[in-house]
């Protein structure tokens, strides 16, 4: 099956991933320029009539780029929603949306018919998250164009899948866009992905190490200098599993080793956690790819690294494997 249109303006095959509280107008708008698609969660712009104006400034801005750079359009741009029954903003973030025809919509924590055909009415296609081959199938079923299977090392919630069972699962009964998600740090990943049957890698961590995320400093220091055995799997700090930076969790006083069970039933997916150490604010997300992310740099010079690393692991492979 085709990839839809939208993508046609790729500059590489690569998903920027939505950052709760990181990912801002600045840098989808970056991201888009380089030619990846860039993201954010609605719930980012706070209060909810800011969705709107951040759309207008994406939209307006991007409009421009295109005018200025007919040879290189800009890629899409794409808003997650989350449709768990906490998010009480869904309907009117979703009306912002259908005002400026948002062209990628990146579901999570919940797939509804309803939505993905508010979504296909304004002429936008509709990508879910899911952690195994059932939620695929469920999201499919409801309307979804496109799965992004979200892997084992995968930044913030994740599952804990191999990336080689996920694939080979859906690709055995799905031929729609797939955007493969966990530990995709370089350009020989996004290979790797396309390897195993995705037609894009979905990169969120190495993204927070550029000028134009809304992370603090240490938070970003802390991508460049950490490595996978850094990372800690838990759910105490919003119900659901995720993987976190071990040094934020020990800043926040409390042993990385022997974390408590956290509780579903309290999650506040906006807001809030079952500690006083409050996720993405305190405690920092984070994928295990982070040992490929050596400095802080603009999105730009990220998008040339990735480019440039493809375009050798594909040379390197064809020169080893000639066959």
């Known amino acids: 099956m085709s990839l839809p249109p939208i993508f046609d303006t790729l500059r590489l095959p690569v998903i920027g991933s939505p950052l709760f509280i990181i990912s801002g107008p600045e840098l989808v708008i970056a991201q888009c320029k380089a030619g990846v698609v860039g993201s954010f969660p609605a719930l980012n712009a706070r209060p909810a009539s800011q969705l709107d104006e951040w759309l207008h400034q994406i939209t307006e801005e991007l409009a421009a780029h295109n005018r200025n750079n007919p040879d290189r359009p800009a890629a899409p741009y794409a808003v997650n929603q989350i449709v768990h029954k906490s998010n009480n903003r869904l309907e009117e973030d979703l009306a912002a949306c259908a005002k400026w025809q948002v062209p990628l919509t990146i579901t999570s924590l919940g797939a509804r018919e309803d939505l993905n055909k508010a979504v296909h009415d304004w002429g936008g296609i509709v990508m879910h998250d899911v952690i195994n081959d059932r939620f695929a199938h469920k999201a499919i079923e409801k309307g979804a164009d496109g799965l992004i299977p979200v892997a084992a090392g995968a930044g913030g919630h994740a599952g804990v899948t191999s990336p080689f069972a996920l694939m080979q699962e859906i690709r055995q009964w799905f031929d729609g866009p797939v955007a493969l998600s966990g530990s995709i740090a370089n350009g020989a990943a996004v290979?790797?992905?396309?390897?195993?049957?995705?037609?894009?890698?979905?990169?969120?961590?190495?993204?927070?190490?550029?000028?134009?995320?809304?992370?603090?400093?240490?938070?970003?220091?802390?991508?460049?200098?950490?490595?996978?055995?850094?990372?800690?799997?838990?759910?105490?700090?919003?119900g659901v599993h995720g993987n976190y930076l071990a040094p934020s969790i020990e800043a926040a006083g409390l042993d990385p080793k022997n974390l408590p069970k956290g509780d579903y039933s309290t999650m506040n997916f906006g807001s809030g956690g079952n500690t006083e150490a409050k996720a993405w604010k305190d405690i920092w997300g984070s994928g295990q790819g982070i040992g490929a992310v050596k400095n802080v740099q603009s999105v730009a010079d990220m998008v040339s690294r990735l480019e440039a690393e493809y375009k050798a692991a594909k040379t390197a492979l064809d020169k080893k494997y000639p066959f």
């Open 191 to 238: 290979l790797a992905a396309q390897a195993m049957g995705a037609d894009f890698g979905y990169i969120g961590t190495a993204f927070i190490a550029t000028h134009e995320a809304r992370a603090v400093d240490g938070y970003k220091q802390g991508i460049v200098d950490g490595k996978a055995e850094d990372i800690v799997y838990s759910d105490l700090f919003t």
